[in-house]
């Protein structure tokens, strides 16, 4: 399908998403606006994990002529590569039906260059994943600011990943996904997903060492389950030129989003081994609502 008539399609839609994870405070952030202008819509949801707070907010409105803006959260591009990320407002942790009053404000920088899925897809994969994105970038970076939680202030020294997509995205067209990244230090880091479709899988990402994004094709994962949820994965991780990266995970903790399409989105802060490196970040996985055990 050509490119403007995707842009026309109503699903058509544009995503801004980051997070990070400040190990020092135990604390891990994540949020997304999304923008449907064909069909006046724009989404947004922001949620905070650590042991002291697990809560979020989801909602949607009307599209705007702001289209970083919305329910108190707002993101500012301030250079290049570099933003502000602002939250004020309620959050709800649904189980036990608390509320905190939240307000954040972050400076998020990017730590390696642009990185463009496209470079790791062919022309087939491309196709086959135009119901989820047809543009795909991703970058790592540093977060450093302030969160204060019902007038408990945190000062915040993070790493954590970006993302923005641009395509039709429909919750329910995947069979399922797997979005990883994990940040080592300033200097190491990797992002891959799995995208699972009714043709097949398509694997794209990239892993950052000796200052470079080493396009990552290929991504082979052992997931296990406990109680229907994600527990530890393995991953043998292959860049173009032939090169592994064995890494394991371990979810510490998560957050379920459900989502349209009958799925549901499961957000973990997760914890990385590679070689004797440890790091953290997020793993992310949409799933079928009928796959998970009540």
């Not at 394991?248 to 998560?254: D, E, F, P, Q, T």
Request: with cysteine; charged share 30%; aromatic share 12%.
């Amino acid at each position: 399908m050509e490119l403007e008539t995707l842009k026309n399609h109503k699903e058509w839609n544009e995503s801004y998403y980051f997070n990070f994870h400040d190990q020092n405070n135990d604390l891990t952030a994540f949020m997304r606006i999304g923008n449907k202008a064909n069909k006046n819509e724009k989404s947004m949801f922001f949620y905070l994990m650590s042991t002291e707070i697990m809560a979020g907010i989801k909602l949607e409105a009307p599209c705007a002529d702001r289209p970083w803006s919305i329910a108190g959260l707002e993101y500012q591009e301030i250079g290049p590569w570099k933003w502000r990320l602002q939250y004020d407002g309620p959050l709800f942790n649904p189980l036990d039906k608390s509320e905190f009053k939240v307000k954040m404000d972050v400076i998020w920088e990017s730590l390696n260059p642009l990185m463009d899925y496209a470079n790791c897809v062919d022309e087939k994969e491309t196709t086959m994943s135009s119901k989820v994105a047809s543009e795909h970038y991703e970058q790592f970076g540093k977060a450093e600011g302030t969160i204060i939680v019902d007038g408990k202030a945190r000062e915040i020294k993070a790493l954590g990943e970006r993302d923005l997509s641009r395509g039709i995205r429909q919750w329910g067209s995947p069979r399922m996904w797997m979005w990883i990244n994990s940040q080592f230090s300033g200097e190491e880091a990797f992002n891959i997903t799995k995208l699972s479709v009714e043709e097949g899988d398509i694997d794209a990402g990239y892993f950052y060492q000796d200052g470079v994004n080493n396009t990552l094709i290929k991504a082979d994962i052992d997931l296990k389950l406990e109680k229907g949820f994600p527990s530890t994965f393995s991953m043998l991780l292959k860049d173009k030129k032939g090169y592994e990266y064995p890494v394991k995970g371990k979810v510490i903790r998560m957050s379920l989003i459900p989502v349209e399409g009958d799925m549901m989105l499961i957000e973990t802060l997760s914890q990385y081994m590679w070689g004797n490196k440890e790091g953290y970040g997020v793993a992310e996985f949409l799933v079928p609502k009928s796959l998970l055990k009540k």
